[in-house]
């Protein structure tokens, strides 16, 4: 049984251009969380995808932006990237109903904006 | 909002005993989880907690006082491989069920 898998593994941009991050949730899995994790940070919810449908969103800017497919799968889309975007790019997956039940992590996207 | 506090780093020895402690305020509390990331890791799940008292997973325990909004890990038998950041969390009970985590500590475990 697949868990989470991310791809890439490593990316690096420079200022202003555009990026994509997927995401393929644990089989079974229907909802896809997606956070930033600054270097000696905790992970920052960006937002929550489930039925194809932004859930919740935190505290980020439009320039975030997201899509899940009917598989369940998921981009991160990050416009016009700045140098405080470098960070390790998480997605988690869980079920819709069972949030009280843990979250499953990938090992995530290293992302450096140049 | 929510915030969590949690101390930033913490070091001990191997065989030792070790406390992380979590205070957090939250506009509605569904439970305190526990995650564990190593360097260039995956976080993975430790514990949940949505009641009062104590939940004992092998060497990990977890601790959760509503009243106090206080809870804590504790570790026993450290081991080497323990050293790695341990981060508490909750859900966000205003806006719906994303989970929002502490900045996390770092413990260290030495020979």
């Known amino acids: 049984d697949a868990g989470v898998t991310q791809s890439p593994t490593h990316l690096i941009k420079t200022r202003g251009q555009q990026v994509t991050l997927r995401c393929s949730p644990k089989?079974?899995?229907?909802?896809v969380s997606w956070y930033q994790q600054a270097l000696g940070q905790g992970p920052q919810f960006i937002f929550q995808?489930?039925?194809?449908?932004?859930?919740q969103r935190g505290n980020f800017p439009d320039r975030f932006s997201g899509h899940q497919f009917p598989n369940y799968s998921s981009e991160l889309n990050v416009n016009a990237l700045l140098l405080g975007d470098s960070a390790l790019y998480l997605c988690?997956?869980?079920?819709?109903?069972?949030?009280?039940?843990?979250?499953?992590f990938g090992s995530g996207t290293q992302l450096s904006v140049l | 909002g929510q915030s969590l506090e949690q101390p930033s780093e913490v070091t001990a020895v191997e065989g030792a005993i070790v406390q992380i402690n979590c205070t957090y305020q939250?506009?509605?509390?569904?439970?305190l989880s526990w995650y564990q990331q190593h360097d260039g890791g995956a976080p993975t799940f430790l514990s949940y907690?949505?009641?009062?008292g104590l939940e004992e997973t092998g060497r990990f325990s977890s601790f959760l006082s509503r009243s106090d909004s206080y809870g804590y890990l504790l570790l026993q038998e450290l081991q080497m491989k323990d050293s790695a950041s341990y981060f508490c969390?909750?859900?966000?009970?205003?806006?719906?069920?994303?989970?929002?985590f502490g900045k996390g500590t770092t413990l260290s475990v030495s020979s």
């Open positions: 988690a997956s869980s079920v819709i109903g069972r949030e009280n039940e843990k979250l499953f």
């Open positions: 089989s079974g899995h229907d909802t």
């Open positions: 995808y489930y039925e194809e449908e932004e859930r």
């Open positions: 939250t506009s509605g509390f569904y439970g």
């Open positions: 907690n949505a009641l009062d």
């Open positions: 969390a909750v859900r966000d009970g205003q806006a719906g069920t994303a989970l929002i």
